[in-house]
């Protein structure tokens, strides 16, 4: 026996919107619209756009959102601004490392000098500013300009940084210090770590005076300055000049796309979630399964449930690997009128590449990580190839009547959080704060990684039905099972609850 971790965070009710976010910074952006008279959209893209501030290392305008939308109406739309792989990219463009190195957050054989996840040669084009104004033009009812303020403010004025941004920018220095502006911007002039308030000494702020104008380039022209103009120009000159091959053809051929959303079916329950290259058909697989057994008259907790999940989550994966080619961060809003907002968006790593072109302040996407570098295999690099990504917002329909917005930042344990948190609501009864910070599995067709709250004696019966076992323990800083947030629109009283991680600094407001 051994001491463990028990946090707990509160579950706020409110009747006047919500918004969920991994920063309380962001939370409040978001509120902040909602108080304007914004719906949940632009409350998620005000939100998203801050969290690319203040949390640089998980999301950015440089990096790739997806998000779904249902309308209070009942219509429902998906937008994704995916990346893909450059013009100029080939199958065999870096050199392996030979033997069984393994290397990156998706372990493809490893690199020399991790070419392919970080430095301007892991660079891939970005989308997370085209399909955020997207669905702010299409769906939003706030000006532009109003909904990116608080996002402009923040860089421009900086913010008091907190332990885990903190501790974030220390992790990835070595990544950060290769090459471009990262260096210059997130860590003292004599190259320390910025310091949080610790009670003893003052503490430092983040100030992104570069990012701010561009910020307010994309506020008054629109992305369009992203990916042609200047600021383009400023990309594609510094990623060169550092050794990428990211074209100007690649930033002005881009375009963020809506789509219709992939709905299936699970316990009467209408999903609402990303199709295509991402974590969305992944869920609805393992929901697909999930709903021909009776999960519900399981124990929660106990060997027979989550055998049942580690199993679904297996056949997804394995369809997942041979039929698709694949730090992130995640919020969720919902309004007055319930029109809900689940939005994912990613960087790739902590801080995506590392690399900041110079006068930008933009951290870009790592996109070459999610491709195997060895020519032939189906997520092989190929000009232009889009990436297959993990992102799973998820919104779930009782009826006719909204339920739950959620998803998490996580790579590809996204999607076995994303499931049992929607088991945990649908068959457990789970209230969001609950769903989201449960005990979870995780099962891709190899180990199953155990979260070590789990009882023992549910680990030996796992083991015990040929389960290999994988004891995991989550910490302040960890990812083992991902990090979920949630709304749920309460059935009985129509009141909004959030739950969020409770090891995190992530929060939900109410209003």
């Known amino acids: ?67 779904v939308i249902r309308r209070a109406d ?132 983040v100030v992104q ?55 299936t079916m699970y316990r009467g329950h209408r999903v609402i979630t990303l199709d295509g290259l991402t974590g969305g058909p992944t869920v609805a697989r393992a929901l697909t399964v999930l709903d021909a057994f009776p999960v519900g008259a399981k124990e929660q907790g106990g060997v027979d449930h989550l055998h049942l999940v580690a199993e679904a989550l297996r056949a997804a994966f394995l369809y997942r690997f041979s039929q698709l080619a694949d730090h992130t961060t995640h919020l969720n809003a919902i309004d007055k009128e319930h029109t809900m907002v689940s939005l994912t968006q990613t960087l790739g790593q902590g801080f995506g590449s590392g690399f900041v072109p110079k006068g930008t302040g933009i951290v870009l996407v790592d996109g070459m990580t999610w491709f195997d570098p060895v020519p032939g295999h189906p997520n092989s690099i190929a000009p232009g190839k889009r990436v297959l990504w993990a992102g799973a917002p998820t919104l779930i329909v009782r009826g006719n009547a909204p339920l739950l917005a959620v998803g998490a930042p996580g790579g590809r344990k996204i999607m076995s959080a994303v499931t049992q948190a929607i088991v945990n609501v649908v068959d457990f009864g789970d209230g969001p704060q609950d769903a989201v910070n449960r005990p979870r599995v995780h099962d891709e067709g190899e180990e199953l990684l155990v979260d070590s709250r789990i009882p023992g004696e549910v680990r030996e019966g796992l083991a015990a039905l040929g389960h290999q076992i994988e004891v995991k323990e989550e910490t302040l800083m960890s990812a083992w099972f991902a990090r979920p947030n949630a709304i749920l629109i309460d059935p009985k009283t129509g009141e909004l609850r959030g739950g969020v991680d409770q090891l995190k600094p992530a929060v939900a407001i109410g209003l």
């Open 209 to 263: 005076t570069d990012l701010a104008r561009t910020l307010e380039c994309i506020a008054r022209e629109g992305p369009e300055v992203l990916y042609r103009g200047e600021i383009a120009e400023a990309i594609v000159a510094d990623v060169r000049a550092n050794g990428g091959v990211l074209g100007a053809a690649d930033l002005a051929s881009y375009e963020a796309s809506e789509r219709k959303p992939l709905q």
């Open 74 to 205: 009942g219509t429902v739309a998906s937008i994704e601004g995916s990346t893909r792989a450059t013009l100029g990219a080939r199958a065999d463009m870096f050199e392996l490392v030979g033997g069984d190195a393994r290397a990156g957050m998706y372990l493809w054989p490893a690199v020399k000098g991790g070419a392919n996840i970080d430095g301007a040669t892991s660079v891939s084009v970005p989308g997370q500013a085209a399909a955020l104004c997207l669905a702010l033009e299409r769906y939003g009812s706030l000006p532009r300009g109003r909904v990116m303020e608080p996002s402009i403010r923040l860089a421009r004025e900086g913010f008091e940084i907190d332990w885990y941004v903190a501790l974030a920018f220390a992790m990835y220095a070595e990544r950060l210090w290769k090459a471009g502006d990262a260096r210059r911007i997130f860590f003292r002039p004599s190259g320390a770590p910025l310091r949080p308030p610790i009670g003893t000494e003052p503490s430092d702020r």
């Open 1 to 67: 026996m051994r001491s463990q971790w028990h946090h707990s965070k509160t579950e706020p009710v409110a009747r006047g919107g919500m918004v969920t976010a991994e920063h309380h910074l962001a939370a409040e952006a978001g509120v902040e619209m909602l108080r304007d008279g914004g719906n949940a959209v632009d409350a998620a893209v005000a939100a998203a756009f801050v969290m690319g501030v203040v949390e640089p290392f998980t999301s950015g305008i440089g990096g790739i959102a997806g998000l």
